[in-house]
């Protein structure tokens, strides 16, 4: 099991160059748009973390959906503000930014 550190490395190698491209014709500068691809991930990624300890073996699966839920809720308004995009782009991309990201991290554990 990686450390906490390392899946935070892991998680903005693939979330940040998704937020990026997704946001390229954003209406908000770089440094924003830099920040709308750090910022969520490294605010929601410590916190889910933490939580997803507090599942066993049974109720992991459970656990994992529920977490991956709360972040996509707490990162949408998010990248709303940093990026500049409306509501629901800023739903869809964290959608696809986590479900990208916890697939591939599903699959390099």
């Keep these: 099991m990686p450390t906490q550190a390392a899946a935070l490395g892991v998680t903005l190698l693939i979330e940040a160059p998704i937020v990026l491209a997704a946001t390229a014709r954003a209406r ?8 709308a691809a750090l ?10 973390w933490h939580a997803i300890g507090n599942f066993g ?3 992991y ?3 994992v959906l ?3 839920a709360l972040v996509i ?9 940093l990026a500049g995009i409306p509501w629901r782009a800023a739903f869809a991309l ?3 930014a986590n479900v990208v990201s916890a697939m591939l991290g599903a699959a390099l554990a």
């Design 28 to 35: 908000r500068g770089p440094a924003w748009r830099i920040a």
């Design 39 to 48: 910022l969520p991930s490294c605010l929601t990624h410590p916190l889910a």
């Design 57 to 59: 073996a049974h109720d």
């Design 61 to 63: 699966p459970t656990g």
């Design 66 to 68: 529920l977490i991956e």
């Design 73 to 81: 809720a707490a990162e949408a308004p998010m990248l709303h503000w």
């Design 94 to 96: 964290s959608l696809l």
